[in-house]
């Protein structure tokens, strides 16, 4: 006879949730949604960084050499900066796209005016898959640079758009 009031008895195993740290610079493996957000979000400011670096050092360089940088167009210097960020962020959204199933040609999509919010904002709000998918493991959870950078991100997005929205 059974006791209705026993506790039930059930053979739990303990399954540990195995996980792949994410490399910035590896076309492999998958991203989360806040990676994505923090790779992308600060790798403008690094740029505007590298170029500030880049300005400085041109006095340093031989005469013809520094001649010749400061005779560029300064729309040649901001269009190739707007390439270098396009490349890094399709670069950021292929990972983004193998953490949830989808074919990596969609990240084209974001190149089409208008349209490519669309992939953009799947990109951001879309949560990735549970577990293991045929592009690895799930990313390891968030380090707080990870969220520090997210939040920066975010807020810097939302500081733009109410100074453009008070114009």
Known sequence: MENA?????SNIE???QEYQTPRIWSLRGRIGRLR???YCGLM???LVMLGILFGLIIPLLPPAVARSFRDMPPAFVGIALF???MLFI???AVRRLRDMSYPIWLSL???VPYIGT???LLLIFKAGDEGENRHGLPPAPNGMGVIIGAILTSLLFISGMLKNASR
């Open 44 to 46: 403008p400011p690094i």
């Open 83 to 85: 390439v270098v960020v």
């Open 5 to 9: 009031y026993q506790a039930p008895v």
């Open 14 to 16: 303990q399954q540990s």
């Open 109 to 111: 999509l974001m190149l």
């Open 118 to 120: 669309l992939p953009l």
């Open 90 to 92: 399709a670069y950021f």
């Open 36 to 38: 994505f957000i923090a």
